[in-house]
């Protein structure tokens, strides 16, 4: 039996996790969302469901991970051996395929939007002309192939390295150049003329607009950007050392994951009212927006590189954590070598990568199911697990690493009370309530 790989150090799994979490998520959907939501109103209504329902469901794929040390699959087993629960794991596992398919095509986007903007040709004069470059790419099916298996193959190349030297390594520098470099482009924006109405659309609070469908949003924006629901900080915690602190690793995730959607906002909306451009989302946002943006733009071919730096950078570290989850499966599985579970992974996520690439509708159906029905049902079993599968005495334990960390009784009990009871109710609730069309 092979030892189990494990992160080297507290700080490098916490930047493994928050690599895994600031993602396109952040960068794309998160500004629009909350300035089309209500803004600060929004902001408040997203803050109460992490804290309720993201946060207990992140500590609670923490435990299995962590007590189990193993893969999605078989962490469920391992707890409660022949039982159906291990098909939770398989969902997960499932979910990171289908979520990586696509996630891999918009990863090879940026990596040729970072390569123009480095030649110099992203930031156009002419309105209209980035429209029109954004179609040339996404038209062409070789150019769409040629980014993705770049993307995919470096992608790849980082989690054949391994635990310590590919995932902690890389997303320790990813991470610390993309702190730096979104905080250089948010002042560069805000001292922008005319910047300030770029925040007003994100932070003025519009408690008119917060309805029922608000809380969906949040939650949905919660699971992607937080990477829940699919075993993903589960397999990543299957890494950590049994003395870190679990609630000060989770937490801290939270917040860097919460508090860089915010920078972002500050970076890229006032920039986009400043010019007198209507926002939008995704990747009409990232591609097409934004373009015109740096086109108009002083300096806007510099800050173009540094902003497609940062997106590329934000898209692979999210990218590596969805591979590992399946290649840790693969490894434990079937008793493979690293580089062989990479290779077969690889070669599945090439071939459904194509028929995003190609198709569409298949893009969309796969970014649709993943987030509004797989990550969900996911988190809500993850929860419902945790709360009334595992023993009240091996959840504290984990918690406080067999009492190494002083945790309060109380916050012991509201947690648990939270995973048993909050979360895979107010799950249920939202996600019933949207298939029901509410
Ligand atoms: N959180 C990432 C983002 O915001 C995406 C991501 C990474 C993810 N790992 C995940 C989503 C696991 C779901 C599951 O873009």
Redesign the pocket.
């Known amino acids: 039996m092979r030892e189990r790989a494990k992160f080297k150090s507290s700080l490098g799994m916490l930047l493994a996790l928050v690599g ?8 794309w ?1 998160f500004p629009y969302v909350v300035g089309n939501n209500g803004g600060a109103a929004f902001i408040i209504v997203y803050l109460i469901v992490v804290a309720l329902i993201c946060l207990p469901v992140m500590v609670a794929e923490f435990v299995i991970g962590r007590r189990a040390r193993s893969n999605a699959y078989s962490a469920y087993d391992k707890f409660a051996p022949k039982s159906k629960w291990k098909y939770v794991g398989l969902l997960g596992v499932l ?2 395929i289908i ?1 990586d398919s696509f ?1 891999c095509v918009v990863g090879g986007w940026t990596v040729s939007y970072l390569f123009h903007s480095i030649c110099l040709d992203v930031a156009p004069e002419t309105p209209g002309q980035s429209a029109a470059m954004f179609s040339a790419l996404t038209g062409s099916t070789s150019q769409n192939l040629i980014y993705m298996l770049i993307f995919l193959g470096l992608t790849c190349g980082v989690v054949m390295l391994g635990v310590q030297k590919g995932i902690e390594r890389s997303c320790k520098y990813l991470i610390t150049i993309l702190a730096v470099l979104i905080v250089v482009i948010m002042i560069n924006s805000l001292t922008l003329p005319g910047s300030s109405e770029g925040l007003r659309f994100l932070f003025k609070p519009d408690f008119s607009k917060v309805t029922f469908k608000t809380i969906l949003y949040a939650m949905g924006q919660g ?8 075993c ?1 900080v589960l397999t990543y915690a299957s890494y950590a050392p049994h003395k870190d602190n679990l609630l000060k690793t989770t937490s801290l995730t939270v917040t860097s ?1 919460v508090l860089f959607a915010l920078i972002a906002g500050a970076a890229i909306l006032p920039a986009v009212f400043a010019f007198g451009i209507s926002p939008t989302e995704g990747a009409g946002l990232a591609f097409i927006t934004l373009p015109e943006v740096f086109g108009q733009m002083a300096m806007g071919k510099v800050i173009a590189i540094l902003f497609y730096f940062v997106l590329f950078a ?2 692979i570290s ?2 590596i ?2 591979l590992e ?1 399946i290649v840790a499966f693969v490894m434990e599985i079937f008793s493979f070598k690293r580089v062989k579970a990479v290779a077969i992974s690889s070669i599945l996520l090439v071939a459904l990568g194509v028929c995003c690439a190609i198709w569409g509708t298949v893009f969309d159906l796969f970014d649709k199911i ?1 987030a509004n029905i797989l ?1 969900t049902t996911g988190g809500f079993l993850i929860a419902v697990f945790v709360g009334w599968k595992i023993t009240r005495k091996d959840f504290e334990d984990e918690i406080t690493s067999s009492g190494m960390h002083k945790v309060p009784r109380w916050l012991l009990v509201t947690l648990r009370f939270l995973i048993r009871y909050v979360a895979p109710i107010g799950v249920a609730a939202v996600m019933i309530s949207s298939l029901a069309g509410l």
């Open positions: 895994s979490a600031i993602g396109l998520g952040n960068l959907r979910t990171a979520i996630y699971f992607f950007s937080l990477s829940l629901g699919c993903c994951d934000a898209a999210s990218a954590s969805i989850i993943s990550m």
